[in-house]
């Protein structure tokens, strides 16, 4: 089975800055592409920023430029450093991870999501 753990969520003030970690742990052949999606108070969950295991990063335009989505591949932890956060990106942030696994075949798995509360 492959789980994913986050770290990293909480309180912080706008304009501020977190980075929320995620790591996947089990028998991972390869994990294809690794990502943070948020779902806010009575909105759909939304892709924040995905990055493949080649390292193209794909970005949702309301966090670019502020968000940076990194991975170790090594370790199949992915990150998410958020600057410059505003109230609006208040919101529980999940992990999501995409790849195969050596028992299992083909496999997505979603993280158990962290609060990230923007407010002063």
């Known amino acids: 089975q492959v789980q994913l753990v986050e770290s990293g969520g909480g309180l912080v003030q706008p304009g501020g800055s977190l980075r929320l970690s995620c790591a996947a742990s089990?028998?991972?052949?390869?994990?294809?592409?690794m990502g943070w999606y948020r779902q806010a108070p009575g909105k759909e969950r939304e892709l924040v920023a995905t990055l493949t295991s080649g390292g193209n990063p794909n970005y949702a335009g309301s966090v670019k430029g502020r968000f940076t989505i990194s991975r170790d591949n090594a370790k199949n932890t992915v990150y998410l450093e958020m600057n410059s956060l505003k109230p609006e990106d208040t919101a529980v942030y999940a992990c999501n991870a995409r790849g195969v696994g050596t028992a299992t075949g083909y496999f997505e798995r979603w993280g158990q999501g962290t609060l990230v509360t923007v407010s002063s």
């Open positions: 089990g028998t991972i052949s390869v994990i294809y592409t």
